[in-house]
């Protein structure tokens, strides 16, 4: 077994794992409600879409997503979930009928995303200022990817270290 090989492949991973959880989830999750902005508007095109993925060795699971506009912005407001195997988000069906019967709607987004076709939704509330969708709703997914490819990062670079300074013992031959 070539362990230095491997090492230097845990080194790689262990980067790569931690540049992906600050490029990826960071910016979700390290989110201030200070430096979101609202958008007031009737919900436009509102509808929930589940997509089917394949992934790598052929296994598949169900994404679901929840798309809808407002009139006064050119935005489109997008909610994804990975449901694995089941082909019904019940969540984002009861937000769906939620949107439909309030039909003027709060969205808050970051301010620097003011400008993006699809921003990150950090909450939404109804026309009585209800909140349909929670800050830490937006975030509790972040959270969890974060952590897992920050740890990944760690064991990888761990692995890496531990093998290039652990001390080899003497071996005297007679």
């Known amino acids: 077994m070539n362990k230095p090989y491997y090492a230097k492949k845990g080194l790689f991973v262990g980067i790569t794992s931690i540049l992906c959880a600050f490029y990826f989830f960071a910016p979700t999750l390290f989110t201030c409600k200070s430096s979101l902005i609202e958008h007031h508007g009737y919900v ?50 009861t937000l769906e009928k939620q949107l439909r019967k309030s039909k003027t709607v709060t969205v808050w987004i970051k301010e620097s995303q003011n400008e993006e076709y699809k921003p990150t939704v950090f ?52």
């Open 44 to 93: 436009e095109n509102l509808n929930t879409f589940y997509t089917e993925v394949e992934h790598w060795r052929g296994s598949k699971s169900t994404k679901s997503e929840l798309k809808f506009s407002l009139n006064s912005t050119h935005s489109f407001y997008v909610l994804m979930k990975n449901i694995g195997q089941s082909g019904y988000n019940k969540r984002f069906e």
């Open 123 to 174: 909450q939404i509330a109804d026309i009585n200022g209800n909140i349909l969708y929670d800050f830490k709703e937006s975030k509790s997914l972040s959270k969890f990817g974060f952590l897992i490819s920050f740890g990944l990062g760690i064991f990888g670079i761990g692995l890496y270290l531990i093998h290039k300074y652990k001390k080899k013992p003497n071996r005297k031959t007679a």
